[in-house]
């Protein structure tokens, strides 16, 4: 069917618009081997697929490598095939559609259906977790470009909220994903602490619902049913294409053979590596190529490192800790802490509400650990170990003091990255909250204990 493919391009007269063409085929992925390469390979069918179908309706379809035919003449004369900048262009792939978009002129990309072309997807946990922090990072640079600005002031409002879900916004919003339930807790936390206290009811204008009463409110209102159909939406590409090649039965059954092979914590710790990655490039830039690898998805990493066993040094330090340490365990602690201060407090807001709190909770902490082939083996628990306690503990943890300063001491030139970061104003926005509530109560203590307080009172 390839020289059905090569008809798309021709035209009556030369010169014509039809000529001017990215044909898109679509790509099918496969994974015989392991949970991790299955939910990697669903994931890029449905967007190799239905995706690419109904993103080129809608217009938003650009170039994105593999199957994609081109009129080369066309694209070296204008644009060219891709670009090469090894920070801003790190997607290079994407800036052939987007710079031949904008040469206008009935310029079309279209998606045809004439052959699928298959390509195997058996990654381990780490090589999953490179590939999509590569482009996390090259969308984060695209939002910076001058292509990207110029398609959205050029684009309908259609075709520009297409452009956005199918690009930048789908990173962006597993971001605001990532950030929402730190922030619920934190507002959760702040609340219960401003509320009345017993002692203090008669000198303070105390509402008749109690703090733990409206949050629990407000929560059981947002981890409702709602929640979960948005969750299962969230699948619904990949039933549908599978619903169309092999049968609803085939659909429903590999649906639900990843949730029960903890697809949910997958791709949560997936939405808070994509989130953190292009944020920050978004704030510090310096993307730039990671190489994913292909070793084989039975291969285990270490927690830390390895020792060797004749001397006891290490003969490579990395692991699972160390990659993963300042992405996702700090704030899966943070956020666990935050959890236990708002029981403390007395917050209670329905099964619902902790039920997605620990899923997050676990899932930042614990998914690594879970997707790592013999992680729970005795003999390389031991090893592990042992390289944890050479790691902080031996040479004078010079290997510690050393991985700390190059990954978590990184410098921050400028005003403008050192004081204008969100979490600086996140940090500042819940000290000022926290000293208004100690200071409305140690006024309340002064009036109290003072010897006027009769004629206050």
Same mark, same amino acid.
């Given at each position: 069917?390839?020289?059905?493919?090569?008809?798309?391009?021709?035209?009556?007269?030369?010169?014509?618009?039809?000529?001017?063409?990215?044909?898109?085929?679509?790509?099918?992925?496969?994974?015989?081997?392991?949970?991790?390469?299955?939910?990697? =390979?669903?994931?890029?069918?449905?967007?190799?697929?239905?995706?690419?179908?109904?993103?080129?309706?809608?217009?938003? !379809?650009?170039?994105?490598?593999?199957?994609?035919?081109?009129?080369?003449?066309?694209?070296?004369?204008?644009?060219?095939?891709?670009?090469?900048?090894?920070?801003?262009?790190?997607?290079?792939?994407?800036?052939?559609?987007?710079?031949?978009?904008?040469?206008?002129?009935?310029? !079309?990309?279209?998606?045809?259906?004439?052959?699928?072309?298959?390509?195997?997807?058996?990654?381990?946990?780490?090589?999953?977790?490179?590939? @999509?922090?590569?482009?996390?990072?090259?969308?984060?640079?695209?939002?910076?470009?001058?292509?990207? @600005?110029?398609?959205?002031?050029?684009?309908?409002? $259609?075709?520009?909220?297409?452009?956005?879900? =199918?690009?930048?916004?789908?990173?962006?919003?597993?971001?605001?994903?990532?950030?929402?339930?730190?922030?619920?807790?934190?507002?959760?936390?702040?609340?219960?602490?401003?509320?009345?206290?017993?002692?203090?009811?008669?000198?303070?204008?105390? $509402?008749?619902?109690?703090?733990?009463?409206?949050?629990?409110?407000?929560?059981?209102?947002?981890? /409702?049913?709602?929640?979960?159909? @948005?969750?299962?939406?969230?699948?619904?590409?990949?039933?549908?294409?599978?619903?169309?090649?092999?049968?609803?039965?085939?659909?429903?059954?590999?649906?639900?053979?990843?949730?029960?092979?903890?697809?949910?914590?997958?791709?949560?710790?997936?939405?808070?590596?994509?989130?953190?990655?292009?944020?920050?490039?978004?704030?510090?830039?310096?993307?730039?190529?990671?190489?994913?690898?292909?070793?084989?998805?039975?291969?285990?990493?270490?927690?830390?490192?390895?020792?060797?066993?004749?001397?006891?040094?290490?003969?490579?330090?990395?692991?699972?800790?160390?990659?993963? =340490?300042?992405?996702?365990?700090?704030?899966?602690?943070?956020?666990?802490?935050?959890?236990?201060?708002?029981?403390?407090?007395?917050?209670?807001?329905?099964?619902?509400?902790?039920?997605?709190? =620990?899923?997050?909770?676990? /899932?930042?902490?614990?998914? $690594?650990?879970?997707?790592?082939?013999?992680?729970?083996?005795?003999?390389?628990?031991?090893?592990?170990?042992?390289?944890?306690?050479?790691?902080?503990?031996?040479?004078?943890?010079?290997?510690?003091?050393?991985?700390?300063?190059?990954?978590?001491?990184?410098?921050?030139?400028?005003?403008?990255?050192?004081?204008?970061?969100?979490?600086?104003?996140?940090?500042?926005?819940?000290?000022?909250?926290?000293?208004?509530?100690?200071?409305?109560?140690?006024?309340?203590?002064?009036?109290?204990?003072?010897?006027?307080?009769?004629?206050?009172?």
């Amino acid at each position: 069917l390839l020289p059905c493919v090569l008809g798309e391009f021709r035209t009556q007269c030369r010169g014509e618009s039809q000529a001017k063409r990215i044909i898109g085929l679509p790509e099918h992925i496969t994974s015989d081997l392991g949970s991790v390469g299955d939910f990697a =390979a669903g994931s890029e069918l449905a967007f190799g697929t239905v995706l690419q179908r109904s993103h080129a309706v809608l217009g938003a !379809r650009m170039h994105y490598g593999h199957p994609d035919i081109m009129n080369k003449q066309y694209m070296m004369q204008q644009g060219g095939v891709s670009k090469a900048t090894k920070t801003l262009n790190l997607s290079e792939d994407i800036f052939a559609g987007m710079d031949f978009m904008l040469r206008g002129n009935g310029r !079309r990309i279209r998606h045809c259906e004439y052959f699928y072309l298959t390509k195997g997807r058996d990654l381990g946990f780490n090589a999953v977790m490179s590939f @999509f922090s590569k482009i996390s990072s090259g969308t984060g640079e695209q939002i910076l470009t001058r292509q990207m @600005f110029r398609l959205s002031q050029i684009l309908h409002l $259609p075709e520009a909220l297409a452009f956005h879900y =199918a690009h930048a916004g789908y990173y962006l919003t597993q971001a605001f994903i990532s950030l929402s339930m730190p922030v619920t807790l934190s507002v959760w936390l702040l609340v219960l602490a401003a509320d009345c206290e017993d002692t203090f009811q008669a000198y303070m204008n105390c $509402p008749s619902a109690t703090a733990e009463q409206a949050m629990a409110t407000v929560l059981s209102a947002w981890c /409702s049913w709602v929640l979960v159909f @948005f969750l299962f939406v969230q699948t619904l590409p990949l039933v549908a294409q599978m619903w169309m090649e092999m049968g609803l039965k085939a659909a429903l059954w590999r649906m639900v053979k990843q949730w029960l092979t903890c697809s949910w914590c997958f791709f949560i710790f997936q939405a808070k590596l994509v989130g953190f990655y292009i944020i920050n490039e978004i704030r510090y830039g310096g993307a730039t190529y990671v190489s994913t690898g292909r070793g084989l998805p039975t291969q285990r990493s270490p927690f830390i490192g390895k020792l060797s066993k004749a001397t006891g040094s290490f003969e490579k330090v990395g692991g699972l800790y160390l990659d993963y =340490a300042a992405l996702t365990y700090y704030d899966g602690v943070k956020l666990l802490l935050t959890a236990v201060l708002a029981t403390t407090l007395g917050g209670f807001a329905g099964s619902s509400v902790w039920t997605f709190v =620990a899923l997050t909770v676990f /899932s930042w902490l614990y998914a $690594p650990f879970l997707f790592n082939p013999y992680q729970f083996s005795k003999c390389y628990f031991l090893d592990d170990l042992r390289s944890w306690w050479a790691f902080f503990f031996c040479e004078g943890s010079s290997h510690w003091i050393e991985w700390f300063d190059r990954t978590q001491l990184k410098p921050r030139r400028g005003f403008r990255h050192s004081v204008w970061d969100i979490k600086a104003l996140l940090g500042y926005f819940a000290l000022a909250v926290w000293f208004s509530i100690v200071n409305q109560k140690l006024v309340l203590y002064q009036h109290i204990y003072s010897t006027d307080s009769k004629d206050w009172i």
